[in-house]
């Protein structure tokens, strides 16, 4: 498996990884991929895809967010192909995406989700930061990831980038 940055040609895969994770429970992530690419807060840098036999498995994005203002990064969605999940996938696009974010010295990452299943990863509760979420009942879900770049003086309240707002 390689993982790699998004290329123009891996949009419709991109698109299908994302439909097939979230069949389940879809709740608009395969348009919020599409809207965050046309957004101002869309990072090239911090699209990657997983690649196994030529084929686009999974996808993670982090795009622009802020704390208080200041920027930050909000993670999501991570998506892999139902074929391929449990074979850690999701694992090596996050560390991956978590190490690119670390390189351009960004201060921290921000995601809603399964506290067991990020915290392998260092995330923990941003209340413990002093960072609130955008909506106060996902509080025991929300969670951050501090980087190299992180000062404890970045607090307050976290916003995604204006795409998120659509769901």
């Given at each position: 498996m390689?993982i790699?940055?998004?290329?123009?040609?891996?949009?419709?895969?991109i698109?299908t990884?994302t439909?097939?994770a979230?069949?389940?429970?879809?709740a608009?992530?395969?348009?919020?991929?599409?809207?965050l690419r046309?957004?101002?807060?869309w990072l090239p840098a911090?699209?990657?895809?997983?690649?196994?036999?030529?084929?686009?498995?999974?996808?993670?994005v982090?795009?622009?967010?802020?704390v208080?203002?200041?920027?930050?990064?909000?993670?999501?969605?991570?998506?892999?192909?139902?074929t391929?999940?449990?074979?850690?996938?999701?694992?090596?696009?996050?560390?991956a995406?978590?190490g690119?974010?670390?390189a351009?010295?960004?201060?921290?990452?921000?995601l809603?989700?399964?506290?067991?299943?990020?915290?392998?990863f260092?995330?923990?509760l941003a209340s413990e930061?002093g960072?609130?979420p955008?909506v106060a009942e996902?509080s025991?879900?929300?969670?951050?990831r501090?980087?190299?770049?992180?000062?404890?003086?970045l607090?307050?309240?976290?916003?995604?980038?204006?795409?998120?707002d659509?769901?």
């Amino acid at each position: 498996m390689l993982i790699r940055r998004e290329v123009p040609a891996d949009v419709d895969a991109i698109r299908t990884v994302t439909e097939a994770a979230f069949a389940a429970r879809p709740a608009g992530e395969e348009r919020l991929v599409d809207w965050l690419r046309a957004d101002e807060g869309w990072l090239p840098a911090l699209s990657l895809v997983a690649v196994a036999d030529g084929v686009v498995v999974g996808h993670v994005v982090c795009t622009r967010a802020t704390v208080d203002g200041a920027p930050a990064l909000g993670l999501g969605p991570l998506s892999v192909l139902p074929t391929h999940q449990r074979a850690g996938v999701g694992k090596a696009l996050v560390h991956a995406v978590l190490g690119a974010a670390d390189a351009l010295d960004e201060p921290l990452v921000v995601l809603l989700g399964s506290p067991e299943y990020y915290s392998r990863f260092g995330f923990r509760l941003a209340s413990e930061y002093g960072i609130t979420p955008p909506v106060a009942e996902w509080s025991p879900h929300f969670q951050v990831r501090t980087l190299s770049a992180y000062h404890e003086g970045l607090r307050g309240a976290f916003r995604y980038s204006e795409p998120f707002d659509r769901l």
